[in-house]
C-alpha cells in the first residue's frame, strides 16, 4: 500500500470540497463540486486498498469535525444530511472504479468513460437512496438527479480525459 499515493488522493478529494459553485436550481441544498470528477481520477489511480483508505478517512476526517465536506462543512449531521448518500457513495464509486480499471490496460478513453458512467450511477443510486428514504422517490429524483445529471455526465467525462493524460503523460 502507497501511504504517500493515499495522502496525496485525500488531500487533492479535500481541496475539491471547496470548489464548489452554487446554481440555483433547486432548494436540494446540495451544491455542484468537483469532488466526483477528484474522486474518479484519485480512484484511477489507486488499487482497491488505497481507494478504501482514501475514501474512508475522508469520511472519517469529516465525521469528526474536520471541514472537508463540500463549502467547508464537517460532521455526522453531514453525513445523515440530504447529501450524505452522496458522501458514502464515493466509497463504494472509488471502489468500484478502481476494481474495473485493474482489468483494463492500457487505459482508452472510451474504457475510462464507461467506468466513470457506471460509477456515476453507483454515486447516484447512493445519493438518490438516502434522499428517497430520508424523503420519498419523487423529491429524491427532483432534488438529487434532476438538476445534477447533465453535469455529473460531463465531470464523468472530463474525468476520463484527466485521468488518460496524467496515466500517460505523468505516470507514464
Not at 487533492?12 to 470528477?37: D, H, K, M, N, R
Not at 485493474?102 to 447516484?124: C, N
Request: net charge positive; proline share 3%; with cysteine.
Amino acid at each position: 500500500m502507497n501511504w504517500l499515493k493515499i495522502a496525496v488522493g485525500l488531500i487533492c478529494i479535500i481541496i475539491s470540497a471547496y470548489v464548489s459553485f452554487s446554481i440555483p436550481v433547486t432548494e436540494s441544498g446540495i451544491p455542484f463540486t468537483a469532488q466526483s470528477l477528484v474522486v474518479f481520477v484519485v480512484a484511477a489511480m489507486m488499487n482497491t486498498h488505497e481507494v478504501k483508505v482514501c475514501m474512508l478517512s475522508y469520511l472519517f476526517l469529516g465525521i469528526v469535525g474536520l471541514p472537508v465536506f463540500a463549502e467547508g462543512t464537517a460532521g455526522m449531521d453531514k453525513i445523515m444530511g440530504p447529501s450524505g448518500g452522496f458522501l458514502y457513495g464515493f466509497v463504494f464509486a472509488g471502489w468500484f472504479i478502481s476494481e474495473m480499471i485493474a482489468d483494463f490496460k492500457p487505459m482508452k478513453v472510451y474504457h475510462l468513460l464507461i467506468i466513470f458512467l457506471a460509477a456515476t450511477f453507483v454515486l447516484f443510486f447512493f445519493g438518490l437512496g438516502h434522499l428517497a428514504l430520508k424523503f420519498d422517490l419523487e423529491s429524491a429524483l427532483k432534488f438529487g438527479l434532476y438538476p445534477f445529471w447533465k453535469m455529473a455526465l460531463f465531470k464523468a467525462l472530463l474525468a476520463a480525459l484527466v485521468t488518460v493524460v496524467i496515466r500517460r503523460d505523468i505516470i507514464g
